[in-house]
């Protein structure tokens, strides 16, 4: 798809959940697509769809003088199989709109990328919810919704290697459909801020993988940890790690935990933290 003029997928100046807007499915299960907007351009997008195996991918990318809107009744993007990765000069303010957002199932593992989009989660409740790879190499994520938080399920990665994620706190799910919690954390770039600002931080720490089979590993990159609230279950826990030896590994990265107005945080880590500063 390669845009130099207009694209407007809307009938009329009014959508809703049913009529006045186009769908946009990217399939090709075995090709690699791309939707390039070229300077002076606009689109103005509704609920944009990956469907293809894993291992192929739909590049969106965008020229800094193009203008492109992502809009959706439910989801304005959404990577059902294999990969969508957003490039430079894309702006999209709201991935999912009501509830959890969803990255995939206990039998799809699709990944969103974001190698260079400005992204927010912008829902008005849930969090963003991966089963498969949520992947950070440049631009920005940022939560803001309900729970301001990423929680992993089952197989699910958190991967970061540049740009910046914003958010209250990640953790792993509560919830076992498959047996082990798996979910694993990769850095090796970039910026990882957790402000505490969550619904759920009377219930877990800021950084949580309590489970021996969740996976971390980090060798570079900076975790800031700040805690803001008090009361809870979980008044004083901030840091937490209970993977297994075989399941961390530590070769650098630096982790900045931030403590305001005489609040405790606890940290407990079976893995080794390789510069870790406390303010």
Sequence with gaps: LLVNGQLITQNGAAYTATAGRAQITFRGATTNNTATFNAGSTGTLFDVYVEKNDG????????????????????????????????????????????????????TLPVLWIDGANVTDGGVSGAIVPYGTLKITAGSLTC??????????????????????????????????????????????????????????????????AYSDNGFRMSGGTINVTRITTGGTAANAGFMIGSSPQNYLVTGGTINININGNNNFDITSRAQLYVLNIN
Excluded: K, W
């Design 144 to 209: 803001t919704n309900g729970q301001r938080s990423v929680v992993i399920r089952e197989s699910g990665l958190l991967e970061i290697t540049g740009g910046t994620v914003n958010m209250g706190l990640f953790r792993t799910s509560n919830q076992l459909a498959i047996g082990v919690h798996r979910g694993s954390f990769l850095m090796s770039g970039g910026t990882l801020n957790l402000d505490g600002n969550s619904s759920l931080a009377p219930d877990y720490a800021i950084f949580s993988m």
């Design 56 to 107: 192929y991918e739909l590049f969106i990318s965008s020229s800094p003088s193009a203008t492109v809107n992502f809009n959706g009744n439910t989801h304005t993007i959404l990577p059902i199989r294999g990969i969508m990765r957003l490039g430079a000069n894309l702006t999209i303010p709201r991935m999912g709109n009501v509830g959890n957002y969803d990255l995939g199932s206990s039998t």
